[in-house]
């Protein structure tokens, strides 16, 4: 099955993979989301780190959020170092989404033995409408 953005998601991925192989589960998130900022150098996969994006209700914007990684400018990535992933952690990265308006995200848990990944689909994308100051 063919999904949406999934070259890139794919490679994010196998990034994500590389540093849990080489980490393994128990370290800080930071400690991840610095080791996986160098993997995406090595690949060579275009992203930017904790980047501030507003947050709107209704048309007004009432906050930021930062990102843990926005790759190829349409891929959320949000980072875990938990035991195990809970619903509230897939609401919270589906609300980034929404908030955001970005299509495809993913939520990845460095924290259990088995690296966890989970792609997100926003149902309420608005194509041709940003939300991201990018």
Do not use: W
């Not at 393994?24 to 160098?38: D, M």
């Not at 996969?45 to 507003?54: K, L, Q, S, T, Y």
């Not at 947050?55 to 990102?67: E, F, N």
């Amino acid at each position: 099955m063919e999904y949406k953005h999934s070259e890139i998601t794919g490679s994010t991925i196998a990034a994500a993979l590389e540093v849990h192989k080489e980490m393994g589960a128990g370290f800080q998130e930071v400690l991840y989301q610095r080791a996986l900022e160098l993997e995406f150098d090595i690949r060579k996969i275009p992203f930017a780190r904790e980047v501030e994006m507003p947050v709107y209700y209704k048309g007004t914007q009432i906050g930021l959020r930062r990102v843990d990684f926005l790759v190829h400018n349409v891929i959320c990535v949000e980072l875990k170092a938990i035991t195990k992933l809970e619903d509230v952690h897939l609401a919270q990265a589906l609300n980034y989404l929404e908030a955001f308006n970005l299509e495809v995200g993913l939520l990845i848990n460095f924290g259990s033995k088995s690296l966890e990944v989970k792609r997100l689909y926003n149902t309420k994308y608005k194509s041709g409408i940003s939300n991201t100051s990018r």
